[in-house]
């Protein structure tokens, strides 16, 4: 079965610092393009942060550019996010998912994406 299992999530005061992790499960991440997505209650899915398979290429929506860090580890094949200067705003369950593209597929919100995991829970309140 493939799958990813995401840890890291929790609650955290505003100003405050998480890191994701999502380890993949039955595929090799090497071969895909991989990205974080979140979804807010009463909000649609939208792509948060999307890495190449194939260089060092990534893709962050504006609202989290210079505060969020995406990256990957193939030989422990698991993918972070790095979330520093967390706002409330942040607050969201957060799904890892794998796909073919990653600009597309985090523009898309994750609709061109394949593999999922069931997603953390991150809640940024004083």
């Known amino acids: 079965q493939l799958r990813f299992v995401e840890s890291g999530g929790g609650l955290v005061q505003p100003g405050g610092s998480l890191r994701l992790s999502c380890a993949a499960s039955?595929?090799?991440?090497?071969?895909?393009?991989i990205g974080w997505f979140r979804q807010a209650p009463g909000k649609e899915r939208e792509g948060v942060s999307c890495s190449s398979s194939l260089d060092a290429s990534t893709y962050y929506v504006d609202s989290v550019k210079g505060r969020f860090t995406i990256s990957r580890d193939n030989a422990k094949n698991t993918v972070y996010l790095q979330m520093d200067n967390l706002k409330p705003e942040d607050t969201a369950v957060y799904y890892c998912?794998?796909?073919?593209?990653?600009?597309?597929?985090?523009?898309?919100?994750?609709?061109?994406?394949?593999?999922w995991g069931k997603g953390t829970l991150v809640t940024v309140s004083s």
């Open positions: 039955g595929f090799t991440l090497d071969y895909y393009a």
């Open positions: 998912a794998a796909g073919t593209d990653y600009v597309r597929g985090c523009q898309s919100g994750g609709t061109e994406m394949f593999i």
